[in-house]
């Protein structure tokens, strides 16, 4: 099979280099891939189609009009570039910010002046294990700070700003305790079973 094909082959392009007119094909794989498709119904197999000739020819002025992309196409394509650059400066301008807002907190509790906002922030890093936030949460229920006196919440927040390794946190528990009432203390008692 393969002997007749390579005949096949050796004659078109004998053909060709007699009647150069009747064969489109300038090279001899041009030829052979003439050849192949002629055996194939037209078909190129894969390991034929993995040359480097070209496999179809374009017209010169379609191929300006695809070069040439409309204005609307142009702003889309801008809009669809990723600028890293501009992530970069948006993280840092946020990360600024939460900084910020939490420096503000601070400040307003060293004051006695906590907005909703601040407590908001404050709560927010405590649930999330800050152990600053943890600790100045306790310090707020404990003096009364922008929210309502609790000594059980200032309390068990002591606690877990123990756990945290808070520094002298385990002795402004104990503080806290001593200044619970017996009513207080009995509510601990209750909620730690």
Known sequence: MIKFKSKIALTLTALGLIFPSSSHAMSLDEIYRDVIRSNNSGYLPIYVKNRNAPQFLLDEEKLKDAQEVPPVINELQKNMIIDFE?????REQEEKAKTQRWLKAIEAVKKNNVTPLDL???ESKEELDDPTATE????????????KMDLIKAFKLYR???RLNI?????????????MTPDQRAKLNTAKK
């Not at 501009?86 to 948006?90: E, F, G, I, P, W």
């Open 120 to 122: 908001k922030e404050i």
């Open 160 to 162: 877990k700003a123990e």
């Open 136 to 147: 100045i949460l306790a310090f707020m229920y404990a003096r009364g700070i922008g929210v």
């Open 86 to 90: 501009d992530y970069r400066l948006q």
């Open 167 to 179: 520094p002298n946190a385990k002795e402004n528990a104990i503080k806290v305790y001593k200044v």
